[in-house]
């Protein structure tokens, strides 16, 4: 079932973001909008490691500067979630690109920039 609450958000945050965070957090000032995403709590799990204990670990957080909205510098933190793959010295991560490389600019924003 659609939900329209959504889908508007969605029209103003980088493809596909919704589908692997939540949000957590949002603040506004008069100059910044920040908000916090967090990965959700769903292992990228590969035939090798099928079967095996996954556990969550932690997260590492990425800063991410995006298009303006209503005049605000906007500012997106990713708290990237990491797996513990039991009995193994492995850490699994979703590859999910979220920066232009080299930058700290959300893919579209730093072409839109031409960075």
Known sequence: MAD??????SLFLPEGVLDWFTV????KTAGT????????????????IRGCHVESKGFKE????????????TVLIFRRRYWKVEG??????RDIQLT???TQLEKEF???LKV
């Open 4 to 9: 329209p609450e959504r889908d508007a958000f």
């Open 24 to 27: 957590v957090s949002s603040t």
């Open 33 to 48: 909008l920040r908000i916090v995403f967090e990965e959700k709590n769903i292992p990228p799990v590969t035939e090798e």
């Open 62 to 73: 990425i800063t991410v500067d995006d298009f303006p909205v209503r005049g605000r510098k």
């Open 88 to 93: 193994k010295d492995l850490l699994l991560k």
């Open 100 to 102: 232009w490389e080299g």
């Open 110 to 112: 730093a072409a839109f």
